[in-house]
């Protein structure tokens, strides 16, 4: 789809597909174990109690991390930012 996607205190496994759009999600790192965030073309940027995380490509970027929880966060966007707020 295309649009901005802005996502508050949500739980569960989340899978998000953007093809055109940024996305921020703010959630509880307690709630999530493997998070995995991809962008085509953009940025990806995690931050959790433990710090900030960039994630690592040319004209994108992709990274994953694992948290206390239970709950998978999938993240893949075509052209756009990705920013998750694990608090």
């Keep these: ?28 790192w ?8 991809d962008c085509g073309v953009g940025r990806a940027v995690l931050r959790t109690p433990a710090g900030r995380q960039s994630g690592r490509g040319f004209a994108g970027s992709k990274l994953g991390a694992s948290g206390p929880g239970a709950a998978r966060l ?7 930012d990705v920013t998750v707020r694990l608090r």
């Excluded at 649009?3 to 999600?25: A, F, K, M, N, P």
């Design 1 to 28: 789809g295309v649009g901005d996607l802005h996502l508050v205190d949500v739980g569960g496994d989340l899978s998000v597909d953007v093809g055109v759009g940024d996305v921020e999600i703010t959630a509880r």
């Design 30 to 37: 307690s709630d999530f174990g493997p998070v995995t965030l």
């Design 74 to 80: 999938e993240v893949d966007a075509g052209v756009g």
